[in-house]
């Protein structure tokens, strides 16, 4: 069983940064492939951005495409999404999960999930 503690988000004007941060419970943390999600108000949760076990591969929304980045640092069982360039669009509650294998974009394959970190972005 892992736990994931989410941290870092605020409100913040559009154009201004954000970093999450991701604390796992395990010390093994780099068993698992790890992934960003966010769900604005009355929508679906969407994936964000998800990361190999040794940070190797990343893979990213369209949308956050070089504004976003997501690393790890396994040493300190913790993983980061740093925003750039917020926009009032990205404003959601912000999750990390856990997974075996493969980097994913379907929430339904992950098997470990955060409470969750609301990023506002105020225009």
């Known amino acids: 069983q892992v736990q994931l503690l989410e941290s870092g988000g605020g409100l913040v004007q559009a154009g201004g940064s954000l970093r999450l941060s991701c604390a796992a419970s395990?010390?093994?943390?780099?068993?698992?492939?790890m992934g960003w999600f966010r769900q604005a108000p009355g929508k679906a949760r969407e994936f964000v951005a998800g990361?190999?076990?040794?940070?190797?591969?990343?893979f990213y929304l369209d949308s956050v495409k070089g504004r976003f980045t997501i690393s790890r640092d396994n040493a300190k069982n913790t993983v980061y999404l740093q925003m750039n360039s917020l926009k009032p669009e990205d404003t959601a509650d912000y999750y990390c999960a856990a997974r075996f294998s493969m980097i994913n974009i379907y929430s339904r394959d992950y098997d470990y999930w955060g409470q969750g970190t609301q990023v506002t972005v105020s225009s």
């Open positions: 395990t010390d093994t943390l780099s068993r698992y492939v």
């Open positions: 990361i190999s076990w040794n940070g190797a591969s990343t």
